[in-house]
């Protein structure tokens, strides 16, 4: 990890079993992500992603539907936490709701998105299944901006994947989560790097220093 670059503080919003989670975990501490995960914070009480932010002595909160049914009230408790525990980047890991005005508006251009397929192509919360059904030939992973649509937002990063005639849809998702587990991560350490910019409706990654 650089010894110049200050950390930059992460929340990162879960619905289910974290592992996106783990693999930003894991990666800061392998000194490899210049990050910090300053709160984790589930949709559900009982995902099983915040029992690996306890593990790894990281603050959790958590906001079920029974008790926040207004999804605007949720955000506004969302925004005000991160903003209190001086979060930078706002990271969507696995997180079944959508993020709206309180939050978009308190991060502009600072939620971060991992969605298992190649926006725009095949949105919403069965990707890896209806590419699969569709029979493409290739897909992938991609990272963006959250924006107030569904799957929308300026693309960051995206890793494509060549789909294997003789693959079932379960070889296919894990493909595809081997490669969120390595292209989220990455995605972080360019923003910890100041190397991501917003152009309109298009981002611009710097090359590295020295490049």
């Not at 003789?166 to 995605?187: M, N």
């Amino acid at each position: 990890m650089s010894q110049e670059r200050k950390p930059i503080r992460l929340g990162v919003l879960i619905s289910g079993s974290g592992t996106n989670l783990q693999a930003i975990i894991d990666r800061i501490a392998a000194g490899t992500l210049d990050a910090e995960v300053a709160i984790v914070i589930s949709s559900r009480p009982s995902a099983y992603g915040l029992k690996r932010a306890e593990a790894a002595g990281i603050q959790t909160m958590s906001l079920s539907k029974e008790v926040y049914a207004d999804p605007i009230t949720a955000d506004e408790v969302i925004a005000s936490t991160l903003v209190r525990e001086k979060v930078d980047y706002v990271i969507m890991a696995g997180y079944m709701r959508m993020v709206h005005a309180p939050i978009l508006r308190t991060f502009q251009n600072r939620v971060v998105n991992l969605h298992p397929a190649l926006l725009p192509s095949f949105k919403g919360a069965h990707a890896i299944q209806d590419a699969f059904d569709y029979g493409v030939k290739v897909t992938g992973v991609t990272v963006h901006f959250a924006d107030d649509k569904y799957d929308c937002g300026p693309i960051i990063a995206q890793r494509a994947l060549s789909v294997q005639e003789d693959w079932d849809v379960d070889t296919l998702e894990a493909h595809i989560h081997e490669i969120e587990h390595e292209l989220y991560p990455d995605t972080i350490q360019l923003l910890a790097e100041g190397r991501v910019h917003v152009e309109g409706n298009k981002v611009v990654v710097d090359p590295p220093v020295g490049a």
